[in-house]
């Protein structure tokens, strides 16, 4: 499995397989978050950690798995369709993000990880959400581009615990440039708002 780096490129069954033990990952890292057990439990639960970290690192691959050239392609080819990111990596948010036209969307639940003040998200992670699905957008409805720049305009906190919409559209091409808009809302507020500009690249 070692020379897979996409993840249209891995067997079902394998992915799915993945996809969970992600999910069970993120939980593990909440529940890490927020113990209170006592220090003997703590050391406990260290020690079986670091076992499992042993075992899967025998198979360590050199990169995390991303969509591909083919499962971009296949959704380039469409008018609408979704794409999921990073769903094997435990250590990112995992996105379904619907792509229609020249606009995005995805659907999250942000929990206590990503807390910033009290009860609300980090600001950074706002940013991470828009970059993910103004740059899938981009790479969707475009070629291979970077971020140049991201302005993130916060106007209100993001809560904890509820679903957010994360959306993005898409603007006019000028030669290597590729404007995006986006925002984050919840219960029908907008929270935060971004603008980006996206640059084509070769790869
Ligand atoms: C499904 C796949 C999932 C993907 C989703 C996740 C997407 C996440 C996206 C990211 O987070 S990417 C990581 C963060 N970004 C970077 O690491 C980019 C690092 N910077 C670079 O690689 C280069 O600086 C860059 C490619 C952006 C520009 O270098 P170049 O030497 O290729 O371009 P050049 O300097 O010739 O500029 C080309 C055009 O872009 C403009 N430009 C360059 N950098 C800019 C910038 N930073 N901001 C605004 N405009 C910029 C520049 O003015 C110029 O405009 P004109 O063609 O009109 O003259």
Redesign the pocket.
């Known amino acids: 499995m070692t020379d897979r780096t996409h993840l249209g490129d891995v067997p079902p069954d394998w992915l799915a397989a993945s996809t969970s033990l992600a999910q069970a990952t993120r939980e593990l890292v909440e529940a890490v978050a927020l113990s209170d057990a006592d220090a003997t439990v703590l050391d406990e639960a260290r020690s079986e950690v670091a076992a499992l970290t042993e075992r899967l690192r025998a198979t360590a691959r050199p990169h995390a798995l991303?969509?591909g050239p083919a499962d971009?392609a296949a959704l380039r080819a469409a008018d609408a369709g979704s794409?999921v990111?990073r769903p094997t990596n435990p250590g990112a948010v995992p996105l379904e993000i619907s792509v229609r036209a020249d606009t995005a969307e995805a659907t999250w639940t942000a929990g206590p990880v990503h807390e910033g003040p009290p009860g609300s998200l980090h600001g950074g992670t706002s940013a991470s959400l828009l970059?993910?699905v103004l740059?899938?957008l981009v790479?969707v409805r475009g070629t291979p581009a970077?971020?140049?720049?991201l302005t993130v305009r916060y106007r209100r906190r993001v809560p904890l615990g509820v679903p957010l919409t994360v959306s993005a559209a898409l603007g006019e091409r000028d030669?290597?440039?590729l404007p995006v808009t986006g925002r984050i809302e919840a219960g029908g507020e907008v929270c935060v708002e971004a603008e980006a500009?996206f640059?084509a690249?070769e790869r």
């Not at 970077?146 to 720049?149: K, R, S």
């Open positions: 991303r969509p971009l794409i990111v970059d993910s740059g899938t790479q970077v971020t140049g720049t030669g290597r440039r500009l640059v690249v």
